[in-house]
């Protein structure tokens, strides 16, 4: 039997490498799936190459309005939430504190942390008791980063909202679990690279590459792989933990 046979998975952040490659994964493993972006053409893109179990909400994790729409849509479509894969997350901008653009810092904290509270808040109730919610954090959700303050502080508050979750859903037996990976090798380290390191950012990838132990990147799909771990019944008895997936850089 497939792990997430006749169950029914929401993704957030669906239009980017790691919502598309879990969305993949969870279809072949059984689900239907209903993945959630701002981003409509792509997602009507990637929804009608994924085929007829796969369907799409346009939405703005940011506006509560968007999201008791995307949760009441994907329980309207195919009867149930079974997984919640609350992922959306913006990185923003590199610079110092002191130089940190407020604006930008405001809009991190709106994607990744008042994203992240909105989608527990409204896809809780939808859930079927004994579901699973996995939250993206990373590792930059565990220790600090130079000229990175936005996003760093945005990934430690989604530990907070996961932990509070956990104990909240618990008598539900809903588990609620948070993932914690290195750099991943998508759009998102791309424009990381080049912040860092304007017209140079092959070598800042070379950089980053080499202050893992393992040596690389992360792929989408180890990502997608541990977020299946979660969101199957094989992970009954896990909540409020925090799976880090960074090849050994925490380790040092």
Not at 51 to 74: F, R
Not at 188 to 193: A, L, P, W
């Amino acid at each position: 039997m497939k792990r997430l046979e006749n169950k029914v998975a929401l993704i957030t952040g669906g239009a980017g490498s790691i919502g598309q490659t879990t969305a993949k994964l969870f279809l072949d493993e059984g689900a239907k799936v209903v993945l959630v972006d701002l981003d409509e053409g792509a997602l009507k893109k990637i929804t009608g190459e994924l085929g007829p179990n796969a369907a799409y909400v346009s939405a703005d994790v940011t506006k509560s309005e968007d999201v008791k729409k995307y949760a009441e849509e994907a329980v309207k479509k195919f009867g149930k939430i079974d997984v919640f894969f609350n992922n959306a997350g913006i990185e923003g901008a590199v610079a110092p504190i002191t130089e940190f653009p407020e604006d930008v810092f405001d809009k991190v904290m709106a994607v990744n942390v008042k994203g992240v509270f909105l989608g527990c808040k409204y896809v809780l109730p939808q859930m079927n008791d004994g579901a699973s919610m996995i939250i993206t954090s990373s590792v930059a959700g565990l220790g600090g980063s130079p000229e990175f303050v936005a996003y760093v502080t945005s990934k430690h508050a989604t530990l907070g909202i996961m932990k509070t979750a956990a104990l909240e859903a618990a008598a539900r037996k809903i588990r609620v679990n948070s993932i914690h990976p290195s750099p991943v090798n998508n759009r998102m380290m791309r424009s990381i690279e080049e912040s860092y390191a304007p017209g140079n950012a092959a070598e800042m990838q070379k950089g980053f590459a080499a202050g893992i132990p393992l040596g690389r990147y992360a792929e989408p799909i180890e990502i997608a792989k541990l977020v299946l771990f979660l969101g199957s019944d094989d992970s009954q008895f896990i909540t409020g933990a925090q799976y880090v997936i960074d090849g050994g850089s925490n380790a040092k």
